[in-house]
């Protein structure tokens, strides 16, 4: 403290801390979370305790809800009117709670999540269930604080004559706390206590024969019972809890799936919508119409189905993609012994007993106190009646009331309360009748204390009361189970093959990772030509494809992109199409596409072959690619390159049943030649074995799958534009990793490289670009078989044209 000021010096972090420390304590105890014991928030216990103080209660006629609100705020809770308001509101929404504690008059919002009418528009007052929680309120059963201005008393919990924690369930969040506890079956619940109050030591097991699980006040089914339990044992868990639907039959052989019921807290308004736009969208084409077509009897969704469509297969899909389906994570916390504390089944079951059993306690204790002082004055009536001309003698003689009372208690050993009732006795008392009706009250009190003594003095005695208490209020309020429950989460699985209708579409796919797919009225409208694309781009593939089709494409760095044709960009045939870095945010900038692979369903037999830059090969299963589950934005590992230098320079998919031979060429312009069966097959996320022994400054130009010992020819091109066409057969055999032989004679100056080796197939054309942008076509036929030892001969004048830039194939028609 600085003189005489009364200044403290604290550092930011102090303050804070210690303020947030209080805000924090604050929202966990009085505010956010529910007690364990009545289950009630703050603001919602001061909501009950205040209209019922007001007597605005379920037999008496319904008062404007801002008349209570203002009640609330200016006794108890003062914080804003439309917190106080909201809680309100939710206390009365039947899709809300399982029983509502509020009854309200006038528009108190919908599932559609429109807002209820303003506070001065509603009447409210309390259900009748509210009445059982605020049961033995006055009689001294709950502690009761000061309010905030101290001119008012409250309560810290009321009696709850049923586990309303457990029934009506409770959402909320704090600091560093939520909670999430499920709504539930009042009958079975109090069925569940009463059997806990009689084996105090009772299994999860045995609690879930009687609470099998939530009841949700908006029905739908909840699946997974080993979820469940494990729920209701630590407080946490996750199940599933999906809407209740039928599919219905329409004319002309179409149907229509029907929506009963959908889950807890799911805004209905936009689960229509949302169903709507995926028909909307396009993401699934089998619906023709989503009607809400809930009224005053109760919700109905319908979606109507396009003509010979699968209902089952569309449903699986609304459950997977919308909120008709969702996961219900339960999070049991609540306050007990002011500290919040997640709670399961028999911790939430046995606070609620413990509390009952002081409430029953406190209110017997102060029912006889009542009854011993009542019957202390009957007895002393009793007496007075029985000496009654001798009293009123007395009470003649005497000066005044006090002077009275003083001789009553001094003539006949009266006490001074039973004094007090004698002098206060009316006149038409003294008739003849009045000394039965006293000694009927004696007799009845003597019954009633004797009957308090036992619950107070035996335990047993004590539980008694609680269950036909709590077996009562089962007997009034229970209603049937809504959520219907099912052992096993059940798996949902989409076909795209009945969402998806069956189309011939044209795709195209360039190296620069540009994609789309056209219809075949676009493609015939269009030259293929046409096509746009970057002048350093061009076609990796281009063909005509089945919407039900799938492509595998592998990049140069070994990354493997899943996609189903229907998921491609629709497309003009000559529009650029779409580029993968737009879902795909993982791939390099300079990563290219070198192959697609097209195929219907993927081959059991088939194997991917990978060769890189730096000598590297394997084989991979084509059954390592299926369809993964976050295929949409990020790629799989076809081959894990060892350097950032390597890439991935030729992949085949081949028949893994037949035997295949390989030939790799250099750049330095070796060949090696050997049994692909010297490859051993390995998983995706291998990089493989050395496909050949190269020199410093040598890399593999191609990988090239040949059947067993085939006698085509391939075509070289070196980078000075010489082209050379040579039969396979004119390299030996050898083994992996071997260096390999010479395909081209070496030159002491300017000597050839290899710049691309191509195997030459039926109507292959070669086309050789210069740097000086010349493009030489070359027909293989046209080329004489060379040696292995010669360098070819030129297509272009090196002098003019300068060297090779890029060399491409194409099959003419």
């Not at 379920?58 to 609330?72: C, P």
């Not at 190296?511 to 781009?537: C, H, P, W």
């Not at 272009?796 to 028609?813: L, M, P, S």
Request: hydrophobic fraction near 35%; proline fraction near 3%; aromatic fraction near 6%.
């Amino acid at each position: 403290m600085s003189e005489g000021h009364g200044i403290q010096k604290l550092t930011l972090e102090e303050i804070m801390g210690d303020r947030f420390g209080r805000y924090s304590k604050y929202i966990i105890q009085d505010r956010a979370l529910p007690d364990i014991r009545d289950g009630l928030k703050p603001v919602q216990r001061r909501i009950l305790y205040s209209m019922n103080k007001d007597g605005n209660t379920y037999e008496k006629a319904f008062r404007k809800s801002a008349k209570s609100v203002g009640n609330i705020m200016g006794n108890y809770h003062p914080h804003g009117d439309s917190s106080i308001y909201e809680a309100m509101v939710r206390m009365s929404q039947d899709w809300k709670l399982r029983n509502p504690l509020i009854e309200m008059h006038g528009n108190n919002g919908s599932m559609d999540g429109d807002p209820p009418a303003a506070m001065r528009y509603t009447e409210a007052r309390l259900s009748e269930l509210s009445g059982e929680l605020l049961t033995d309120i006055e009689k001294e059963t709950v502690d009761f604080v000061w309010n905030f201005d101290d001119t008012e008393k409250e309560p810290t919990v009321l009696p709850a004559k049923y586990p309303n924690l457990l029934v009506n369930g409770s959402t909320g969040i704090s600091a560093g706390y939520a909670t999430e506890i499920p709504t539930h079956n009042l009958a079975e619940v109090i069925d569940g206590a009463v059997y806990l109050i009689d084996h105090p030591n009772a299994s999860l097991d045995k609690l879930m024969e009687f609470i099998p699980g939530p009841d949700f006040p908006t029905g739908g089914i909840l699946q997974g019972k080993k979820e469940l339990k494990k729920a209701y044992e630590t407080g946490k868990g996750k199940v599933n809890l999906r809407s209740k639907t039928a599919i219905e039959p329409l004319k002309a052989g179409r149907e229509q799936i029907v929506i009963t019921e959908i889950p807890y807290e799911v805004n209905k308004a936009v689960l229509v919508k949302k169903m709507d736009e995926l028909r909307l969208n396009r993401r699934l084409e089998g619906i023709s119409e989503v009607r809400d077509e809930s009224d005053r009897t109760g919700l109905r969704i319908v979606v109507e189905l396009k003509k010979e469509v699968d209902a089952n297969a569309v449903l699986n899909f609304l459950f997977k993609n919308t909120d008709l389906q969702i996961n219900y994570n339960f999070n049991m916390v609540a306050i007990n012994n002011l500290r919040p504390e997640q709670v399961g089944l028999q911790a939430i079951l046995g606070a609620y007993i413990s509390h009952r059993k002081t409430v029953i306690r406190k209110r017997s204790e102060f029912d006889l106190k009542k009854a011993k002082n009542r019957q202390h004055i009957v007895s002393g009536l009793i007496k007075a009646l029985s000496i009654l001309d001798q009293v009123i003698a007395t009470i003649r003689g005497s000066k005044d009331k006090k002077d009275a009372k003083m001789n009553l208690v001094a003539s006949y050993a009266f006490t001074e309360e039973q004094a007090e009732a004698i002098v206060s006795l009316q006149l038409y008392r003294l008739t003849n009748t009045d000394i039965t009706a006293l000694e009927k009250e004696n007799k009845e009190l003597a019954e009633l204390i004797e009957k308090l003594m036992l619950i107070l003095n035996n335990e047993k005695e004590l539980l008694n009361v609680m269950k036909t208490e709590l077996r009562a209020v089962k007997k009034q309020y229970q209603s049937p189970r809504m959520t219907k429950l099912e052992e096993e989460i059940q798996e949902i699985t989409i076909e795209t093959a009945v969402l998806i209708p069956q189309e011939e579409v044209m795709v195209s796919i360039t190296k620069e990772g540009y994609v789309k797919r056209s219809s075949l009225r676009s493609f015939s409208a269009s030259k293929e030509d046409q096509i746009e694309m970057k002048e350093t781009d061009n076609l990796v593939f281009s063909g005509q494809l089945n919407t039900h089709h799938h492509l595998l494409i592998v990049t140069n760095k070994g990354n493997m992109i899943y996609r189903q044709v229907h998921e491609l960009s629709d497309k003009k045939w000559k529009d650029v199409g779409e580029h993968f870095s737009l879902t795909i945010t993982s791939l390099e900038a300079t990563e290219k596409i070198i192959a697609v692979f097209p195929y219907a369903e993927i081959g059991e037999n088939l194997q991917f072959v990978f060769v890189t830059k730096e000598g590297m090969i394997k084989r991979t299963s084509m059954s390592e690619f299926n369809i993964w589950r976050t295929y949409k934005s990020r790629p799989t590992l076809g081959m894990k390159l060892k350097t950032d230098t390597d890439e991935v320079i030729a992949v085949e998919l081949i028949d893994g049943t037949q035997s295949k031979d390989i030939l790799l060429v250099t750049h330095l312009a070796f060949g090696l030649y050997y049994d692909l069966e010297e490859v051993p097959v390995v998983g995706a996320k291998a990089s493989g074995v050395k496909a050949i022994n190269l020199k410093d400054q040598d890399y593999v130009v191609n990988g090239l799958i040949l059947e067993k010992n085939e006698t085509c020819t391939i075509t070289l091109v070196t980078q000075r534009g010489s082209v050379k066409r040579m039969k396979v057969n004119e390299l030996s055999k050898l083994g992996r990793a071997k260096r390999g032989l010479m395909v081209l004679r070496e030159l002491k100056s300017n000597p050839h490289r290899v710049f691309a080796v191509i195997k030459n197939k039926k109507d292959q054309i070669i086309q050789v670009q210069t740097e000086s942008n010349a493009v030489y076509a070359i027909n293989y036929k046209d080329l004489a078989i060379n040696d292995r030892q010669s360098n070819g001969s030129f297509v272009n004048d090196e002098k003019v044209d300068g060297g090779v830039i890029e060399v491409t194939t194409q099959i003419i028609e």
